[in-house]
């Protein structure tokens, strides 16, 4: 079934919520959040604003244009550019 936890022991202060499907939610004592979920995460919203860095390991898959520091993944350039097998030089 479903489990809800709460860890009150002497400077425990760590919540745990886990489902039967094995989904867990945990609240660490650091402050730390951990979310290990068995099935896909879905969120949905008009904006999702973040604030820090993000880790991912894995592959980021997009069916828009990816913009990095103002240079757009689909339509950047390149200068320097000769035929053959040189090297380009960095995005314009």
Known sequence: GNVFYVDTTEGGNVIRLQH???TTITINN???VSLVAVGPINSEAPVWNHVGD????GTVTSTEDVIASG???TTHVHSGVDRGGSNTDPPV
Request: overall charge negative; aromatic content about 0%; proline content about 0%.
């Open 54 to 57: 993000i880790n991912i390991d």
């Open 30 to 32: 650091d402050g730390s």
């Open 20 to 22: 039967a499907s094995g």
């Open 71 to 73: 240079v757009s993944l």
